[in-house]
């Protein structure tokens, strides 16, 4: 069965530290891994994409990973802000039989920055 | 500005009373879904569409009720809304085979 799996569910850091965040999936075949932010009463907002080729990429102060082997990503935010507070989800695309690509969404995890 | 906006964002209804709650986005996308978020849940999708005229069931369709008779309009339809359709919905749209989905706003319904 496609699942999206997050850790922790909720987190709680101080401003100015640094977090990681962690997604594994069963989802199969994989075509790519986007990490979401949504703020609070807001919809998602796409932060980053992962193909199965790339192990790293940066956006900004954001940083996603990607282990195609153990099927495992995470989200590492560096210098956190109070602006960082917000759910972050993990969504991987697999492409169906008719070409059409299915999202699988995480339940996201919750990340407050205290000041 | 690209876009996906939904109407109204807020809303209390009460059993039984029938609503509708729109989404359009005038990003020309041929793919566009409704999902409804829990606490503890997540975002679970209830129907969506691959077209103008095509539409299907996703993980929870019961209850509601949506159409795609043009391409940038796809609204949510609840006929006889109960208590336990109280939530956070979200309509997203991206195109046929895109993998980033746009969200609106969200729709918060509360029915009592």
């Known amino acids: 069965k496609n699942q999206v799996e997050q850790s922790p569910q909720s987190l709680i850091i101080l401003e100015g530290k640094n977090c990681t965040l962690q997604?594994?999936?069963?989802?199969?075949?994989?075509?790519?891994l986007r990490w979401y932010k949504q703020d609070t009463g807001r919809g998602p907002v796409s932060l980053t994409i992962m193909t199965f080729s790339e192990n790293t990429k940066s956006n900004g102060r954001y940083t996603a990973t990607l282990d195609a082997d153990t099927k495992q990503s995470s989200l590492h935010i560096t210098a956190s802000q109070l602006s960082d507070s917000a759910s972050y989800i993990c969504?991987?695309?697999?492409?169906?039989?008719?070409?059409?690509?299915?999202?699988?969404f995480g339940t996201g995890t919750r990340l407050l920055v205290s000041p | 500005e690209a876009q996906v906006t939904q109407n109204p964002r807020y809303l209390i209804t009460v059993t039984g009373k029938k609503l509708t709650v729109t989404c359009s986005q005038n990003?020309?996308?041929?793919?566009m879904s409704w999902y409804r978020q829990d606490p503890g849940l997540g975002l679970r999708q209830i129907y969506y569409s691959m077209n103008v005229e095509v539409t299907d069931k996703g993980d929870v369709p019961e209850g509601y009720k949506v159409s795609r008779k043009e391409k940038r309009n796809f609204p949510l339809i609840l006929e006889s809304p109960s208590p336990n359709q109280t939530s956070l919905y979200f309509c997203a749209s991206r195109p046929a085979g895109g993998t980033e989905a746009f969200f609106g706003q969200g729709t918060r319904l509360t029915v009592v």
């Open positions: 969504v991987v695309s697999t492409r169906m039989n008719t070409g059409f690509q299915k999202l699988v």
């Open positions: 997604c594994n999936y069963t989802v199969s075949p994989f075509s790519n």
């Open positions: 990003m020309n996308h041929e793919y």
